[in-house]
């Protein structure tokens, strides 16, 4: 099986096809960022209880802050060909979302803001501080609203590196 470099290339593949970790030694360090959102639907009932604090396994919103810090820091241990990554910020942030869609559900989006100065990019470390964050939500309110659904978790920008800028509204 022969393989050529080219930048369209997959390189988590080794010569023989294997799936391997990326040797990042030989690139320079940069500061790099990247931000992920995604949205968890609800019902309004189960809205007003997060806000109103009544969720009997406490602060809903505070806990699913805790769990984005701590997967962000442990992405390696989920995603096995990441890199582990000297953080040097995370910062999760939830918005409410009162549009209902067709069913009738409200949301709360989370955005990771995962930040580094390394040799490779901070992307699975924000994309799974964002899962974690909405499914600490659904699993303290899962008693109360199972009908819960996790959406459109993606990468809204990435900064830094020798591929530079890439925001979501520019993807094609």
């Known amino acids: 099986m022969s393989h050529t470099s080219d930048s369209n290339d997959l390189t988590h593949f080794s010569l023989a096809g294997r799936a391997r970790m990326v040797d990042v030694s030989a690139k320079p360090d940069s500061h790099r960022v990247a931000i992920a959102s995604g949205v968890l639907r609800l019902r309004p009932a189960t ?11 406490g602060n809903v919103l505070a806990v699913a802050d805790v769990a984005a810090v701590m997967a962000a820091k442990r992405t390696p241990e989920t995603i096995p060909m990441c890199h582990s990554l000297p953080l040097s910020g995370v910062d999760v942030q939830f918005e409410e979302i009162l549009d209902a869609d067709k069913e009738g559900c ?15 990019g901070v992307e699975m470390e924000a994309l799974c501080a964002v899962s974690a964050a909405l499914l600490t939500i659904y699993d303290m309110c899962k008693a109360i609203d199972r009908g819960m659904r996790i959406e459109n978790v993606q990468l809204e920008e990435k900064r830094g590196g020798k591929s530079g800028v890439w925001l979501r509204g520019e993807y094609k």
């Open 47 to 57: 809205l007003e209880r997060i806000r109103a604090g009544t969720v009997a396994k």
């Open 106 to 120: 409200l949301g709360i989006r989370a955005t990771v803001t995962a930040s580094c100065v390394g040799p490779t």
